[in-house]
């Protein structure tokens, strides 16, 4: 049985059949073979005594039909997204409850895994419920076909048009099946660096996408490289160039650099995917580009940049020895905080620790190594209020619902499932 967060489980409420209309068909949020929704009662009595209801003037089998319509918006904010989704599937006034406050759950419950194939083999992901330890088929034939994932915005995927030579960009939401493509940039490019700045809080935060180097065609009808920067404003549902860069920069990244970027601390960071490794940043304030180096860069095998505690965090690993994880400190200077256990490395990459063709993703609170769709997880996920992290392990999508699935190379991201943050609405 999944228990939410909230301590002093008392109240088991047992859900009725799906809502069709409601859920993505075979979504996660809707499908899972839990089927029981646990509530707090301390929780519970305690809401209901800052609103002035007295639970015992309610028989048993009738107290949810005693709570206000806001009250048991507020008791719905405590549960994980799964339990959230299967709340809003019970009855009509569940699921508008549900509705009233949707976002206030998400963000204290751990990211789920997102594995998008790496190539173009069908519309489809596998995601990975922490809470429940299970993976799950989504089906994404609501998608142009192709695209491919470029980095997470949120609660949704940014992802770009793999039929186009030059950058088209748009974005969904995987479990409401909600699609919205972007305007085209200014400057048309070919293999720029992207970067994504999400800015403030609340039900739709705005956020900003960076787009940096690329070829463009020139009017003579030669290409070159371009050293613009543009950036699209979610408010304004706009692009305008922002800034220049040295050639130099405009060439790493249009031929060594992938899409993945960080933020941290007012600097965008790309790791270029040439040996030796090296990491260039852009300081948005003062529209500064700036270039780092990376510890053992000519020796490591693979190399990511991911965001830990507000922090720009670099994992990389050496051939037959250990995957470290460094951390950007104050003046630009790397320090080393932790290395992936030894038990756990021999799971992943076998014996010999060849670290080549490892890859790894982050988000607030957890850091996933991986290297394929059924090769399993190495996971360092922050536990409780104490700020301590652990090494956990996490086994591979082999199975789905009984049936098998093929191994196939991926490209994972950390995403909060989320029933309302829509597309539009993040666009504006």
């Keep these: 049985m999944h228990t939410s967060a909230t301590p002093n489980v008392q109240i088991a409420v047992t859900c009725g059949s799906l809502n069709q209309n409601t859920f993505a068909s075979g979504s996660p949020l809707a499908t899972d073979p839990n089927t029981y929704l646990i509530f707090s009662y301390n929780a519970l009595f305690n809401y209901c005594t800052a609103s002035q209801i007295t639970i015992s003037s309610c028989s048993s089998g009738k107290m949810w039909n005693c709570l206000p319509f806001d009250l048991l918006s507020k008791i719905f904010s405590l549960l994980a997204p799964d339990s959230l989704a299967r709340a809003r599937s019970v009855c009509g006034h569940w699921h508008e409850s549900g509705k009233l406050n949707p976002l206030t759950t998400t963000r204290n419950f751990p990211a789920w895994f997102v594995g998008m194939p ?159 490794y090296s990491v260039m940043g852009f300081e948005i304030g003062p529209n500064i580009w700036i270039e780092l180096r990376v510890p053992m860069a000519d020796r490591l095998e693979f190399a990511a940049l991911v965001e830990r505690n507000g922090r720009l965090t670099l994992v990389g690993g050496t051939c037959g020895s250990d995957a470290c994880v460094w951390e950007l400190s104050e003046g630009y200077s790397w320090v080393l905080i932790d290395k992936v256990p030894i038990e756990l490395s021999v799971k992943l990459v076998g014996d010999k620790r060849n670290w080549c063709g490892a890859k790894c993703v982050g988000s607030k609170g957890a850091i996933c190594l991986y290297r394929d769709l059924g090769s399993g997880m190495i996971v360092w996920r922050e536990v409780g209020e104490n700020g301590m992290w652990e090494w956990n392990w996490v086994d591979g999508c082999c199975f789905v619902r009984g049936k098998q699935v093929h191994n196939m190379q991926i490209k994972g991201v950390l995403l909060y499932p989320d029933l309302a943050t829509s597309c539009n609405e993040m666009c504006k």
């Design 118 to 276: 790496a190539r173009n083999r069908g519309q489809y992901c596998y995601i990975h419920n922490p809470g429940m330890d299970t993976w799950h088929e989504l089906h994404l034939n609501f998608l142009p076909d192709p695209v491919r994932y470029v980095a997470s915005v949120d609660s949704l995927i940014l992802l770009k048009y793999s039929h186009s030579t030059i950058l088209k960009l748009g974005l969904c939401n995987p479990f409401t099946r909600q699609f919205r493509q972007l305007p085209l940039l200014n400057v048309a490019r070919t293999n720029p660096a992207v970067g994504v700045l999400v800015m403030g809080r609340g039900p739709f935060p705005f956020f900003q996408v960076y787009v940096a180097g690329g070829m463009s065609d020139l009017p003579s009808g030669s290409a070159t490289y371009e050293s613009t920067l543009e950036m699209y404003n979610s408010r304004n549902d706009t692009w305008q160039i922002v800034g220049s860069m040295p050639m130099e920069f405009a060439v790493r990244l249009t031929v060594w650099t992938p899409n993945e970027c960080v933020y941290s601390n007012g600097v965008l960071y790309w790791m270029t995917s040439a040996r030796a």
